[in-house]
């Protein structure tokens, strides 16, 4: 596989659930971002991680908690989320501090009943 | 804060028409800008990018954009649009060295009528 794959592409969750979402990157790529997509709404920065290291959190909510156990790998753990979450979540990833482009993957679209 | 804004949320043309979409952006100091397309069904994609020298930059599939640093403005553009250039387009920015922090515009969808 080549660029960045994101697995679920789809999941449906209770309030009560706890699941993860994971990213890969093929890009050789040190830096690795979790983005947040709703409707008729901006991109929201999540977190970055710079060499597997939190760099950025966004005053995102603590039932959203990131890992990033390499620099290829990142997961977005997810735990009694409310349905106002429901949105697709974007991983990306770069090479920093070249201040390169960021290559996304296709997103996990997440529905919250 | 920094912001960018899209200011056309949704635009419907005919094949062959031009296109120009609107992007400015609110930062303080050097700024690096992209436009991002994410067509249907498919992932984000980068159409093109400004980081600095020629304020007109070309892109990938004929579309080029203008840096206006006196205007705040990134506007993007395409003389004839296809049929396939129906997608939903994203201005961003970043700070120079280091793009962690892009920000995103909300996205302008376009249609093309074939």
């Known amino acids: 596989e080549t660029g960045v794959t994101q697995t679920p592409r789809h999941l449906v969750m209770g309030m009560t659930n706890k699941k993860s979402l994971k990213c890969e990157q093929h890009?050789?790529?040190?830096?690795m971002y979790w983005y947040k997509q709703s409707a008729k709404k901006p991109l929201e920065l999540m977190f970055v991680?710079?060499?597997?290291?939190?760099?950025e959190n966004n005053s995102v909510p603590s039932r959203f908690s990131p890992e990033c156990p390499n620099s290829s790998h990142l997961f977005l753990h997810l735990h009694t989320l409310q349905p106002e979450d429901s949105a697709l979540y974007l991983c990306?990833?770069?090479?920093?501090?070249?201040?390169?482009?960021?290559?996304f993957g296709p997103g996990t679209r997440l529905t919250v009943l | 804060a920094q912001s960018v804004s899209q200011h056309n949320h949704h635009v419907i043309l005919s094949e062959a028409a031009s296109l120009e979409l609107g992007c400015n952006y609110s930062?303080?100091?050097?700024?690096?800008l992209f436009w991002y397309v994410q067509y249907p069904g498919q992932h984000l994609q980068l159409l093109l990018k400004?980081?600095?020298?020629?304020?007109l930059v070309k892109g990938i599939k004929g579309f080029e954009a203008e840096f206006i640093k006196s205007k705040f403005s990134f506007n993007l553009r395409k003389p004839s649009v296809q049929w396939s250039d129906t997608a939903e387009y994203f201005c961003?920015?970043?700070?120079?060295?280091?793009?962690?922090?892009?920000?995103f515009g909300t996205g302008t969808r376009l249609t093309i009528i074939p």
């Open positions: 961003a920015a970043g700070q120079d060295f280091g793009n962690e922090k892009l920000t």
């Open positions: 990306a990833s770069s090479q920093i501090p070249t201040g390169d482009t960021q290559y």
């Open positions: 991680y710079n060499f597997k290291e939190q760099t």
């Open positions: 890009l050789g790529h040190n830096a």
């Open positions: 400004y980081f600095s020298g020629d304020p």
């Open positions: 930062y303080g100091g050097t700024v690096n």
